[in-house]
Nanobody, 124 residues
């Protein structure tokens, strides 16, 4: 079992930056691949970024590539999403997720555990 708690969301102006954090607890947290997803009002949850269990591989949605960076610190059981050059269309609830597969995956159903989400709002 893995428990996930996100933090770091908030309101920011377009062009600004935020760093989301995800605290993971549980015996298998450090061996799990981690991902960030987001869900805007009236839209389906969508993939944002993923990182392998060892941090050696990452993958991003085209919409955030070059602006967002996912990273992890297994010693602290933390996962981060650094978001730069934010746009109003980045406004959503951001969710941290863990996959027991260990490898990067963009598929929603590959993730076994989810956090409660943190709101990110970007004003124009």
């Amino acid at each position: 079992q893995v428990q996930l708690v996100e933090s770091g969301g908030g309101l920011v102006q377009a062009g600004g930056s935020l760093r989301l954090s995800c605290a993971a607890s549980g015996r298998t947290a450090s061996s799990s691949a981690m991902g960030w997803f987001r869900q805007a009002p009236g839209k389906e949850r969508e993939f944002v970024a993923t990182i392998s269990w060892d941090g050696g591989n990452t993958y991003y949605a085209d919409s955030v590539k070059g602006r967002f960076t996912i990273s992890r610190d297994n010693a602290k059981n933390m996962v981060y999403l650094q978001m730069n050059s934010l746009k109003p269309e980045d406004t959503a609830v951001y969710y941290c997720a863990a996959s027991r597969r260990g490898w990067t995956t963009i598929l929603f159903h590959d993730y076994d555990y989810w956090g409660q989400g943190t709101q990110v709002s970007v004003s124009s």
